[in-house]
């Protein structure tokens, strides 16, 4: 039998990651990675997890093993309605929130519950790619709208939904994947608008808001347009990803058809983490570890940054995000960053060529993705180092 007859028009629309294989050959031993997307390890609050383990039998019994509700487990549902708004970021209430298998599982329901085959769904270039996949199967256009270094410009998505009937804009303003950029309070704001008198849905995923090292937090967009926008969010980055808890605030009516939609995906989020996560937040263990986290990310970025001012050649420009797990080099015009990454990788350094994170092809080709929370502060600065070297031999040969 062949299978390629056997496959739906969807799944011929799916690819394999392309930095998947780039991570395949970075998990090489001695390999200094800046290449990956994942939590340090040693950020994972083990011992809280072992206590609250006992806890979850001790207080929920049974139920944190049985079958449970879609919209998610009450005490969960319960203690973030009353985190949220300390954090001053989302409006939530008992009937726009969804727990769902990670905040990935959300992006592949909005667009199984909106996307019709054909519609346009408008993101920023460079975008995060685990979206781009989700989104691929339900068959939907996609229309890119321009950036500069404060993220997505307001401009230009006013000039997308007056020339396209948008179905969903996708925005990761905070921190963003895979570039590290914010967007500004002033941006968000007219988007807030824009998206109000256009009457179009935007999926803000927002992973990374709770990782900040320096600065002020923004406010969400969905605090200026909260009938307008789907809100995502997730304890990856602050938990484990392991346990594959997300959430999700939704307009009501959205959120009727997102819980049916779920319903037929995997009836419920595993109520085991579900219970663990509920008693992280109530029990206070988040604004106990959370810091934690913070300090052991917020050297390393600055090392990163420091490395990348000391040895970058000239030409080169890079962002300098305020929190999150990554930042953007962008290379001078006629720069190949993926000649660059092959160069490291013989020198045990690795990275993700930054063309793999734009949907079209031939764009980004100078830019580079660089992760500064998986490995330590003085491998960092080793790491700069190498990639510096191999840039400034690359640009003399070009000469
Ligand atoms: C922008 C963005 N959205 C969503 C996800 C998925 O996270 P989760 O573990 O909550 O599914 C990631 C993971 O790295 C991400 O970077």
């Known amino acids: 039998m062949r299978i390629e007859d056997k496959l739906s028009e969807r799944t011929q629309h799916m690819q394999a990651s392309a930095i998947r294989e780039i991570l395949k050959v970075v998990a090489q031993p001695g390999m200094i990675s800046l290449a990956g997307g994942i939590p340090a390890p040693e950020s994972f609050p083990i011992d809280i997890i072992r206590e609250l383990s006992n806890e979850v039998l001790d207080e929920f019994g049974a139920a944190a093993l049985q079958y449970d509700k879609t919209e998610g487990f009450d005490p969960l549902r319960e203690a973030l309605i009353n985190y949220l708004p300390q954090r001053n970021l989302v409006n939530v209430n008992d009937k726009t929130l969804t727990i769902f298998s990670g905040s990935q599982s959300i992006l592949d329901i909005v667009a199984k ?8 769904i408008a993101i920023e270039a460079p975008s995060y790619l685990g979206a781009i996949s989700a989104f691929n199967a339900y068959q939907p256009e996609y229309i890119s709208v321009a950036t500069d270094d404060e993220g997505i410009m307001p401009d230009a998505l006013e000039e997308t939904l ?3 009937t948008i179905k969903l804009i996708y925005l990761v303003p905070t921190f963003q994947n895979p570039t590290g950029r914010t967007l500004p309070l002033a941006r968000r704001k007219r988007i807030a608008e824009l998206i109000q008198h256009y009457d179009v849905l935007l999926l803000e995923d927002d992973p990374y808001s709770a990782l900040r090292y320096r600065g002020e937090a923004v406010s969400s967009i969905q605090q200026f347009a909260p009938e307008h926008v789907i809100y995502s969010s997730t304890f990856s980055k602050i938990l484990a990803p392991g346990l594959r808890i997300g959430f999700g605030i ?12 779920k319903q037929g995906t ?5 109520s085991f983490g579900q219970a663990i996560a509920a008693l992280y937040l109530s029990g206070g263990y988040l604004t106990e570890h959370l810091p934690r986290i913070i300090e052991l990310y917020r050297p390393r970025r600055d090392a990163m940054l420091k490395a990348l001012e000391t040895y970058m050649p000239q030409g080169f420009r890079w962002t300098e995000p305020e929190g999150g797990m ?29 063309r793999y994170f734009y949907f079209e092809q031939g764009v980004g080709i100078e830019t580079l993705r660089l992760n500064f929370t998986m490995v330590s502060a003085d491998m960092i600065t080793q790491a700069v180092q190498t990639i510096a070297s191999a840039a400034e031999a690359m640009m003399l040969s070009n000469q």
């Not at 519950?113 to 519609?119: A, E």
């Not at 939704?250 to 939609?261: F, G, N, Q, S």
């Not at 995997?266 to 595993?270: A, I, K, M, N």
């Not at 001078?332 to 990275?351: I, K, R, T």
């Open 113 to 120: 519950v909106l996307i019709t085959k054909g519609d346009k």
């Open 162 to 164: 007056k020339q396209h």
């Open 250 to 261: 939704a307009p009501e009516a959205l959120t009727h058809w997102l819980v049916i939609a």
């Open 266 to 270: 995997d009836l419920h989020t595993q």
């Open 326 to 354: 990554f930042l953007w080099v962008m290379g001078p015009d006629g720069l190949d960053a993926e000649n660059l990454y092959h160069q490291c990788v013989q020198n045990s350094v690795a990275f993700v060529p930054g």
